[in-house]
């Protein structure tokens, strides 16, 4: 921009062009800076200011309209630094003064091409940069943040941000002047041996260079970055909020989707920002008349970077309102939260003698000491009149002395105060969700992350949407190693190590991919990990469990970690006592009674259930055992239904690709009707009267808690009937099928929770030390196993069977399955689990398991010089299979077989 001397010097040139000369050209381009309200013309060579920082947006295109009136421009050019809305108020201001042909030039766009401006990147289409922002601002390293473009035709294309580590294919990173050179010593380590570019490009200078682009219609040379869409939109209607993914489109574009409204009066269109706060509506639609209605809604977003949203009512039917008489409203013990964007969001921490509470809204946050719970509640009411849609978070640790009955009481005192969304979080979720955002670490699936503390680890992987702990315990460097982490943080605040002792853990880690952490500054991102959609998506945990049960003096069982809903269930002999306690243990000094029992003397054993439905539902119930011998059903052959194939194409992470024989009475899987006949066989067949849906769930709950063996059809028989020409395995005599064997077994399969199994055999083993536990079961087709199995999860994901030790877990609830999966999971009425995928396939959890087992055994025996004579089998804390399963898989199979 120039002075306003130089203005006073070319106004006469300014009336001249524009207003005397009849015959212009409308060559002209108006330039409107929404962030300071300046307004300039681009002539061809020269740059004309009309007003440099009006009062209002309003006040600046008066001054426009005053010097050039819409007939003499051929279009006008907007900068938006801000937020959609004052786009829109400046799009709308100009519209009304007569200038309808408008582009927005978005600022990052601007940004993005200031910083790879001249830069020998030499990029194929489709190749990726790192462009890293933050250091014009002395940002720290570990602040900074990397946006991610694209090669294209026409120029570059923004793809993410925030995404430093996620993209590990590009070759080229480009760091914006002003980096230190000890960061640029560090984003060198880190990045390794791609190439640095370092961008010169003064932005202030740059944007003239860039708007003059724009008018005379080029491309920078190719280094454009183009236009993009930062938001979604959220179509809203009755209780309902549908989102429409935008982020990331190239302007001008249309989308169009159908929608069934149902019988909603109105339709809102609001925009999503991926900001705190209330979101933009866009438009209304009201409906003249009640129906239940499908609507096409298009969207068109042109170069003004605006949407604009039509409706049309596609098809209309009758009121789905039913006429008759309601039920009862109820109110849920556990509202669901809202799904609009928190109004103001309370952050709750018990420091022993008072409570920490910040408040946290677009606005920023504000922290506060506050002596009783009570004083927290008042004081929250006296920051929001928006209870319904604000969120309240209570930081559970291991150190505060907030007991499980009060925290239900602050739960309950909330929500009769207006507050319905109250969450118990584990303050480790919050600090490990900060970590991870604080370094931008976002894991991926297949990756893992080690967590070091000076007295212990976790191990973090992705599950789903949300992240998980998969493995945590004391201090162990072996145990950090084994699990092969691509990246290592060493937590160091309270300046544990020296940098000797550092430097020396360092060595001893597999990973060479090390963080340390000394210092954790919440103040930023705290707000950012609970409204961000982004931080949801990468940074925040499953709801996990920070407890474990311990039934004093009896034993101490471990859910520290386990996702939420779960149950547990634990036999507990009682011969010479008639009280228990059970205990919700925080750590070492903190714990808590959850319930005491008491039995008759002379009880031989108890069986405790703990049934877990939040961080502070807790019910603990016992059943006394009435006898110390248990019935074990007999598993018959002929309860087995057939399949087609006789062979099974196993594959693994190895090149080789075993094919496991099976003879054609072999049963892997059913349709639905052949599992229940065969479920009747197995249960007598004995008619009985038919009972309701929650009875039914109810009694095979309670049965599935006592742990009694499966007795449906579908478990693997590999029963091996004739001897073909290649070699088949064959079966153990009963006798031999579970010996506990003395030495251990040599051969080892080491299941986890994350899908893998670990082989740990003798020294003559040549082949892979793990293989993937997928099975993809398809109707009328062999069973695939392993590597194979998994690529098709991607195209088919309804044929394809995994978490296979979560199935086997004691703990598993069908009711609440991973939102993951694309089976379904159910118990029949006699306790067992049923699971059923696509093309009408059904099936159990030890069928999986078995066919696992022995594509992984023929795996082994194909790439070790000695017999496998027995087979040890490791299954996570939790996850079990009942004697008599294992008894008929090790028949099966040839081998005997022992829980290592």
């Known amino acids: 921009m120039i002075s306003d001397a ?117 990029c194929a289409n489709g190749e990726l940069v790192l462009v890293v922002a933050g250091f014009e601002v002395k940002l720290p390293w570990h602040k900074c943040v990397a946006d991610v473009i694209q090669k294209c035709e026409n120029g570059w294309r923004i793809i993410d941000a925030t995404a430093l580590a996620k993209y590990p294919s590009a070759r080229n990173y480009v760091v914006s002047k002003g980096a230190t ?20 490009r003064d932005f202030a200078e740059f944007r003239s260079t860039f708007i003059r682009n724009r008018i005379n219609k080029g491309n920078l040379d190719g280094y454009e970055v183009l236009p993009y869409c930062h938001y979604d939109l959220l179509v809203k209607f009755g209780s309902e909020c549908l989102t429409v993914a935008l982020t990331g489109q190239v302007p001008p574009f249309t989308v169009t989707k159908e929608v069934d409204v149902g019988n909603a009066a109105t339709v809102e269109i609001h925009a999503d920002e991926h900001f705190p706060g209330d979101k933009l509506l866009v438009k209304t639609f009201k409906f003249k008349s009640a129906a239940t209605r499908t609507v096409s809604i298009t969207i068109n977003v042109d170069k003004t970077l605006l949407p604009q949203v039509s409706l049309k009512t596609i098809t209309t039917r009758e009121s789905e309102i039913a006429t008759t008489v309601p039920p009862p409203i109820t109110t849920s013990s556990n509202p669901k939260p809202d799904d609009r964007t928190p109004s103001m969001i309370f952050n709750i921490m018990n420091m022993g003698l008072g409570f920490l509470v910040a408040n946290l809204n677009q606005n920023g946050s504000n922290v506060v000491p506050l002596p009783t719970l009570n004083n927290v509640i008042a004081y929250m009411r006296n920051q929001t009149s928006n209870y319904s849609t604000a969120v309240v978070n209570f930081n559970i640790t291991d150190f505060d002395g907030a007991t499980v009955p009060e925290l239900k009481t602050f739960r309950d005192n909330c929500r009769k105060a207006g507050f319905p969304d109250v969450r118990m979080i584990p303050y480790k979720s919050t600090t490990f969700s900060l970590i991870l955002s604080m370094l931008q670490i976002n894991i991926q699936h297949g990756q893992s992350v080690a967590v070091l503390y000076p007295a212990e680890y976790n191990i973090i992987v992705r599950d789903g ?210 599992a229940n006949r065969s479920i009747d066989r197995a249960t007598g067949g004995t008619a009985k009267r038919k009972k309701s849906g929650a009875q039914r769930r109810k009694e095979a709950d309670l049965k599935a808690s006592k742990n009694e063996p499966t007795i ?26 579970q010996l506990q064997l003395d030495p251990p077994p040599k051969t080892i399969l080491t299941f986890t929770s994350d899908n893998r199994v670990l082989i740990n055999a003798d020294g003559t083993y040549t082949g892979t030390k793990e293989v993937l536990a997928y099975v993809r079961l398809q109707d009328g087709k062999a069973p695939e196993v392993g ?9 088919h994901p309804d044929s394809v069977y995994y978490d296979i030790t979560r199935l086997l877990a004691t703990d598993f609830n069908p009711h609440h399955p991973n939102p993951s999966w694309r089976f379904k999971t159910s118990r029949h009425a006699d306790g067992k689990l049923v699971i059923r995928g696509g093309d009408g396939i059904v099936t159990f959890p030890i069928v999986l398991f078995g066919l696992v087992v022995r594509s992984t055994l023929l795996y082994i025996q194909e790439h070790v010089k000695s017999e496998v004579a027995l087979l040890g089998i490791r299954l996570p804390t939790g996850s079990t299979i009942n004697d008599a399963d294992l008894k008929v898989l090790a028949q099966r199979i040839g081998v005997a077989i022992v829980i290592a």
């Not at 050179?181 to 570019?197: M, N, P, S, V």
């Not at 059809?713 to 009963?734: H, I, N, Q, W």
């Not at 590597?787 to 195209?795: G, I, R, S, V, Y």
């Open 465 to 674: 949407e949300h992240l998980k702990v998969r493995d945590h315990g004391g201090f162990n460097i072996s145990k950090v190693n084994s699990y092969n982490v691509d990246r290592v943080i060493i937590m160091n605040m309270n300046n544990d190590y020296t940098r000797t002792q550092l430097a020396n853990l360092k060595s001893k880690l597999r990973s060479k991919n090390v963080r340390v952490v000394e210092e954790l500054d919440t103040g930023d991102d705290i707000p950012f990990l609970l409204n961000s959609k982004a931080a949801v998506s990468r940074y925040t945990f499953n709801n996990f469990c920070d407890f474990d049960i311990d039934i004093k003096g009896h034993k101490l069982v471990s859910t520290r970690f386990k996702e939420i809903p779960f149950s547990v269930s634990e036999e507990v002999p009682v011969n010479r006592t008639t009280s228990l306690e059970v205990h919700l243990r925080r750590s070492e000094t903190k714990s808590e009674l959850l319930k005491s029992f008491t039995f008759a003397r002379g009880t031989k054993s108890v069986r405790i259930v703990v049934q877990v439905e939040s961080a502070i539902d807790i019910t603990v119930t016992m059943d006394v055992n009435t006898s110390a011998d248990k019935v074990v059903p007999k598993m018959t052959a002929d309860t087995v239904p057939v399949a087609d194939k006789d062979t099974v194409n196993v594959d693994n992470k190895s090149e080789f690709s075993p094919v496991l024989p099976f003879s054609s009475n072999s049963r892997l899987l059913v349709k639905p009707d052949e």
């Open 712 to 737: 449906l059809s579908g478990l693997p028989t590999f029963r091996e009937d004739k001897v073909d020409e290649a070699g088949s395995t064959t079966t153990l005599p009963e006798e031999l099928s």
């Open 787 to 795: 590597q194979k199995a998994f690529d098709a999860l991607k195209e």
């Open 6 to 122: 130089e203005l006073n010097d070319i106004s006469p040139l300014i009336n001249l062009i524009v207003f005397v000369d009849s015959k212009m050209t409308t060559d002209v381009v108006a330039f409107l800076d929404v962030s300071t309200a300046a307004v300039a013309l681009f002539t061809p060579t020269q740059v004309l200011t009309v007003a440099t920082a009006a009062s209002t947006l309003e006040d600046a295109v008066s001054a426009l309209l005053q010097k050039a009136p819409p007939s003499t421009v051929e279009y006008t050019l907007v900068l938006n630094y801000t937020r959609l809305q004052c786009l829109q108020r400046s799009v709308e201001a100009l519209q009304k003064a007569g200038y309808t042909n408008i582009e927005t030039i978005e600022v990052t766009s601007l940004s993005l091409s200031s910083n790879i401006w001249n830069l020998p990147l030499n």
């Open 181 to 200: 050179e000890a960061d640029k010593t560090e984003i060198g380590q880190y990045f390794g041996d791609r190439k640095l570019h370092m961008s010169v």
